[in-house]
């Protein structure tokens, strides 16, 4: 009964590819993010969805999109991946419209770049 | 956009003393600050949080307090244990609007035995 669920868990590739992630909540939130944390543990927002609007975080290169099927799905690609896109990419959801601002995140998808 | 600064980096203390980590936030606008723990190669996991219209809140052992005038915000750990070592990180966000959190950079915190 996991709440926020990514796949896979550990992802390696070379330079150049595109690859994807995939997120899912079984909460019935009706909001989803990513975040990205880098070596040095910092999380930063890279995007921000609901069934309306999507928010996406400026500093974010246009490589990365979020792409979401249905309400309980948000998932990343990224197109021609760099070094610099090693990280740990967790998804979250939470439950804005009705006030619940907790975010719940998944376990995460270590990306590693060579 | 909101800027969050945390602090300390580092934090050890000895089992059973008191640990605070601090947090100040530039958006006036933010009005939910949650806390979040991170164990080694875990998830985020929220443990507290506070809205602007409160300026205090606890928990068991945890206790969260919030200046709204002065932009800043605590997190309040007592008798402290082996357990509550990991990464704290404190967030802002403005909850009107699904623009996620803005996270500070996180203080590792170490429970000497």
């Known amino acids: 009964d996991t709440a926020v669920s990514q796949t896979p868990k550990y992802l390696v590739t070379q330079m150049g590819n595109d690859k994807s992630i995939k997120c899912e909540q079984n909460l019935g939130h009706d909001t989803m993010y990513w975040y990205k944390q880098d070596s040095k543990k910092f999380l930063k927002i890279m995007f921000s969805y609901n069934n309306k609007e999507l928010i996406i975080n400026e500093t974010v290169p246009n490589r990365f999109s979020p792409k979401s099927p249905d309400k309980a799905h948000l998932n990343l690609h990224i197109n021609s991946l760099e070094l610099g896109d090693s990280a740990v990419y967790f998804c979250?959801?939470?439950?804005?419209?009705?006030?619940?601002?907790?975010?719940?995140f998944g376990p995460g998808t270590r990306l590693t770049v060579t | 956009g909101e800027n969050v600064e945390q602090h300390p980096s580092t934090l050890s203390v000895q089992e059973g003393d008191s640990a605070v980590i601090k947090c100040t936030y530039s958006d006036s606008a933010s009005n939910y600050f949650p806390w979040y723990k991170q164990e080694l190669g875990k998830r985020p996991q929220l443990i507290i949080d506070?809205?602007?219209?409160?300026g205090e809140k606890k928990d068991q052992r945890i206790a969260v307090t919030l200046n709204k005038t002065a932009k800043h915000f605590s997190l309040h750990i007592t008798e402290t244990q082996p357990e509550d070592s990991a990464v704290y990180f404190c967030a802002a966000s403005w909850s009107g609007g699904a623009d996620g959190l803005t996270f500070g950079k996180g203080t590792h915190l170490i429970i000497q035995p």
């Open positions: 506070i809205r602007s219209n409160v």
């Open positions: 979250a959801s939470s439950q804005q419209l009705a006030g619940s601002y907790e975010q719940y």
